[in-house]
């Protein structure tokens, strides 16, 4: 089956730069994603890694490595809007079933 | 593109009462819909897949006679929270997956859920 395992919980100041870890065991999936959600609210897309290494949005980076069955979601000059929790998930290829990790829960202090 | 809507986004209601929660693919014809819940501070679970037109398949420990979840057009899936308890009070969620969609690696979309609480 697939897990995908996050920190419970992060914090950090404004400005400062977080990397949230999704560490993970599949037999294969298509890509990793990673998703914010704001209290009461339903997950948002932020970023989407289907090859190895980097992929940069604005202040958010993701990156993703097969070869070490581990991903991370970077943020940078954080914001006191950028407190919600963080979500990584992947579509397994034998299931087509789209998985989400434990989560992680963000907390940005100023 | 890929916009999904759910409604209705807050319902209370009392126990024993059977809930139905719409999920509607608003720029695009909606092959495949899966339905989510999500406890406080815990993760989305995945309840059900449906694809349009033929019966849905449910996650081991969801009770298809509870929740019961029909795709009859390739716009919209509904799912029936039948005599719904305390405990069935939580966070819903769908998203959708296009005809569109060639491939299986691209990101998936979520509408933008319903809380249910029962009371």
């Known amino acids: 089956g697939q897990s995908l395992e996050q920190p419970s919980e992060v914090t950090a100041v404004e400005g400062a730069i977080v990397q949230i870890n999704c560490t993970y065991q599949t037999s294969g999936f298509y890509g990793l994603s990673w998703y914010q959600q704001h209290d009461g609210g339903a997950p948002t897309f932020l970023s989407y890694?289907?090859?190895?290494g980097l992929e940069e949005t604005g202040r958010f980076s993701s990156f993703l490595s097969r070869s070490d069955s581990y991903g991370y979601l970077l943020l940078q000059e954080l914001q006191m809007k950028d407190s919600a929790s963080y979500f990584c998930a992947v579509r397994d290829r034998r299931t087509y079933k789209y998985i989400f990790g434990t989560g992680t829960r963000l907390k940005v202090l100023a | 593109g890929a916009v999904v809507s759910q409604h209705p986004s807050w319902v209370i209601c009392k126990s024993g009462t059977s809930v139905k929660i719409e999920c509607r693919s608003l720029d695009f014809q909606a092959t495949t819909m899966f339905w989510y819940r999500q406890f406080p501070k815990q993760s989305l679970m995945l309840m059900a897949t449906s694809n349009e037109g033929s019966k849905a398949t449910y996650e081991q420990g969801v009770e298809k006679d509870k929740f019961l979840i029909n795709h009859a057009s390739l716009t919209l899936s509904t799912l029936t929270v039948t005599s719904a308890h305390p405990e069935d009070s939580s966070f819903y969620i769908c998203?959708?997956?296009?005809?569109?969609?060639?491939?299986?690696?691209?990101?998936?979309?979520f509408g933008d859920g319903t809380r249910l609480s029962i009371l």
């Open positions: 998203s959708a997956r296009g005809s569109h969609y060639r491939v299986w690696n691209q990101p998936q979309h």
């Open positions: 890694n289907a090859l190895d």
